[in-house]
């Protein structure tokens, strides 16, 4: 099946700081990318969903000036999570829609756990 | 909000043939159902899609009946490995085909 990628897998930064993750699609071109959040224990919730070359579509409660979402390329959409905080940590997984034929996918990212010191 | 309902936990043994069910009374015309499978700190990972009837894979089996308004995944001689978290999802494969996650069956394996 497809691959999509996630980088970094991990990564801790301090409070008020602002990171960026990347989702890619490696062997094939996505036009819809989808970002969620996960809490532990929990199911994942869509956040956004990222159409290249347009504005993302923001999910009902998801602050669109706190995430920003960027999707340059047909393989490449980026989360930036902005001054962020403690209650930002989790878990974001993306995902990369592709149509074949009559069927239909979403190729989901291994994840990047975040975590605000 | 989440189109699908699912029982919130399942138990078995291995060897054992595994049916998770899951409702989605409010399926439209143009959704297809697709089950993913999630091991901890990872992201989903595809298991079956149909739209009706019958599916099958090399992994699992997807039984839809006829008014599409639940289907059974069905996981044949379980192992340990297939402790995991499986969700069921409908989507609209003529728009953006969102996602919103229910919560998931936890399926627990047992020696």
């Known amino acids: 099946g497809a691959v999509v990628s996630q980088h970094p897998s991990r990564v801790i930064c301090k409070s008020g700081t602002s990171v960026k993750i990347e989702c890619r699609s490696l062997d094939f071109q996505a036009t819809t990318m989808f970002w969620y959040r996960q809490f532990p224990k929990k199911s994942l919730m869509l956040m956004a969903t990222?159409?290249?070359?347009?504005?993302?579509?923001?999910e009902q409660g998801v602050e669109k000036d706190k995430f920003l979402i960027n999707h340059a390329s047909l393989t490449l959409s980026t989360l930036t999570v902005t001054s962020a905080h403690p209650e930002d940590s989790s878990f974001y997984i993306c995902s990369a829609s592709t149509t074949s034929g009559s069927s239909y996918e979403q190729f989901f990212g291994p994840g990047t756990r975040l975590t605000v010191l | 909000l989440a189109k699908t309902t699912q029982p919130i936990s399942m138990d078995s043994y291995e060897g054992q043939e595994v049916n998770i069910t899951c409702s989605h009374n409010?399926?439209?015309?143009?959704?297809?159902i697709t089950w993913y499978q999630q091991f901890p700190s990872q992201g989903p990972r595809f298991i079956i899609q149909g739209y009706k009837t019958k599916v099958t894979n090399e992994v699992a089996s997807l039984f839809i009946p006829a008014d599409r308004k639940s289907s059974t995944l069905s996981l044949p001689r379980v192992s340990l490995s297939d402790t995991a978290v499986y969700y069921c999802l409908v989507g609209d494969m003529a728009g953006e085909n969102k996602f919103y996650f229910g919560s998931g069956t936890k399926l627990n394996v047992k020696p």
């Open positions: 409010n399926i439209a015309t143009n959704d297809y």
């Open positions: 990222s159409n290249e070359g347009s504005k993302a579509t923001y």
